[in-house]
């Protein structure tokens, strides 16, 4: 199945580091981020999974329940957190889905054959409360993500989803932010208060609203 921005993210039970899960319940009203790793026991894996353990607690700031995924058994993954531990001087404190059998990479469509036969890609999946897909990003296994990549994602979709703006180009939190096009003037002056600036009728830019 394709999955586009706007679906509903399918729910699945699994087995994880830390015990079975129902995806769907185990977000409860949180976001959550589902990131995929080709293999255990791989060196750019290896990077990624102490990256986000380090960079965890903003992930948790922002209400963002995070959960890894990798096509090998749950056993594995365990042996695997040591090296990581040991390695990335860390300490996983997520779960890792074990997936032998691809029944979740198989339901976020993963696997790209002519990328990696058995393995899956990159990819992550950013999900709102409401249980949506709001972001989705995929990259080769040779490229490992940026997190704070990441977190600047979840901060300007957070923000997307409560205020009618939209974050421009390289925008980081705390950044000057855009109205966007289906708010006039009129509406703009009363829903942003600290007020705005015209560069072009298509182009007004506002203080960050929750600033
Ligand atoms: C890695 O994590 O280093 C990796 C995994 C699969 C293919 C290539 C690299």
Wanted: proline share 7%.
């Amino acid at each position: 199945m394709t999955l586009r921005l706007g679906d509903t993210a399918p729910d699945f039970k699994a087995e994880t580091t830390e015990g079975e899960i129902q995806f769907h319940n185990w977000l409860g009203n949180d976001w959550g981020m589902l990131f995929s790793h080709p293999k255990d026991f791989t060196p750019v894996c290896t990077t990624e999974l102490g990256a986000m353990s380090k960079i965890k607690p903003e992930f948790d700031r922002r209400s963002v329940k995070v959960l890894a995924i990798s096509v090998d058994p749950v056993d594995s993954h365990k042996k695997w957190i040591a090296d990581i531990n040991e390695t990335q001087n860390t300490k996983v404190n997520f779960p890792i889905i074990g997936d032998s059998d691809h029944k979740v990479a198989d339901l976020y469509d993963m696997i790209h054959p002519k990328e990696l036969d058995q393995m899956t890609v990159r990819s992550v999946f950013i999900i709102g409360p409401d249980k949506k897909i709001k972001l989705m990003l995929t990259y080769p296994a040779s490229t490992g993500r940026n997190f704070d990549e990441l977190l600047r994602v979840v901060d300007s979709v957070q923000l997307t989803a409560k205020y009618q703006i939209a974050t421009p180009a390289n925008w980081n939190d705390g950044d000057d932010c855009i109205i966007v096009p289906q708010v006039n003037n009129e509406e703009a002056t009363k829903k942003f208060p600290k007020g705005f600036t015209e560069v072009k009728p298509y182009l007004r830019l506002t203080p960050q609203p929750n600033k």
